[in-house]
């Protein structure tokens, strides 16, 4: 170890701490709507307490006792399967291959 | 000359090979994408060895052949964005001469996963920043352990590896 990767370690400390912080306001609350995109366009918005199931051209979105979940997806690593059900303000289910993102508000 | 393409397609296939190892221990139950690196390690034991140039082609090859057998076109963009980024500020670490190859890695893996983060941020919006503190996170975590295995390769290989 050199004397500068102490800066290096500083300043990943760091990172992290402010990443938090931003991110904090996200955390922990309840959310109230849901909205899902594909190809960055909103596909659907509604609120998380109305249980629906919701068909994409790649993936299979549920909404079930406000949660969130992805059942199926044609993508190779499912990802986004296996994700556990989200139900907080920020919590997000990205499917990456197939451009989908599921997001609580 | 054709003595370093054969070194550097060995590298790239040693790469390819850590990438299969990689994908049958899947660390993406902490957040998604989460991976160690592995093959990043041959880049950084180029770059301890001096060898920027090497370091580049084995990393961009590794990623193209990666992506073409393994992934799709789409991830491509991440693949690259990333690993491309990421080590010009590897080299350009190294170049001060101030930090040790584990404090590199750190940088680098941190860095990595910035990148592409903010590659997800202008494709998918707002919302995947609720991953950064984790990537970052276990970017400095894999970063180390690249970082280390760099260094014991480096050591072990000094009598025969002459870039």
Redesign the interface.
């Known amino acids: 170890m050199k004397k500068g990767d102490i800066f290096i370690i500083a300043a990943v400390i760091l990172a992290v701490v402010l990443s938090v912080i931003f991110g904090i306001g996200l955390l922990g609350e309840k959310g109230n709507t849901v909205i899902i995109k594909e190809n960055n366009e909103v596909v659907y918005e509604g609120s998380i307490t109305a249980d629906k199931t919701i068909t994409l051209s790649h993936n299979t979105v549920v909404i079930k006792k406000g949660e969130v979940y992805v059942r199926n997806a044609d993508c190779k690593n499912q990802i986004c399967v296996n994700h556990k059900p989200i139900s907080k303000k920020g919590e997000v289910i990205t499917c990456l291959p197939n451009k989908v993102l599921a997001e609580i508000r | 000359m054709a003595k370093k393409i054969t070194l550097y397609a060995m590298l790239a296939a040693i790469c390819l090979v850590c990438g299969y190892i990689e994908s049958l221990l899947s660390l ?2 902490i957040a ?2 989460i991976k160690l690196g592995l093959s990043n390690s041959i880049a950084l034991l180029l770059v301890a060895k001096g060898d920027f140039k090497g370091a580049f082609s084995v990393n961009i090859t590794r990623i193209l052949l990666s992506s073409l057998l393994f ?2 076109p ?2 491509l963009v ?1 693949s690259l964005s990333g690993g491309i980024i990421s080590l010009i500020c590897v080299c350009l670490l190294y170049k ?1 001469g ?3 190859i ?3 890695s ?2 680098g893996g ?1 860095i990595h996963n ?1 990148v592409q983060l903010t590659v ?1 941020y202008f ?3 707002n ?4 991953y ?2 984790f990537l ?2 276990s970017g ?1 975590v894999s970063g180390a352990v690249i970082g280390f295995i760099a260094r014991l390769v480096s050591s072990k290989t000094d009598k025969f590896l002459n870039i």
Not at chain 2, 127 to 130: M, T
């Open positions: 993406s139950f998604p994408g992934s799709t789409f991830s991440f001060t101030k930090f040790s584990i404090g590199i750190i940088a941190v910035i997800a494709l998918l919006g919302a995947v920043l609720y950064l503190p970052i996170i400095g």
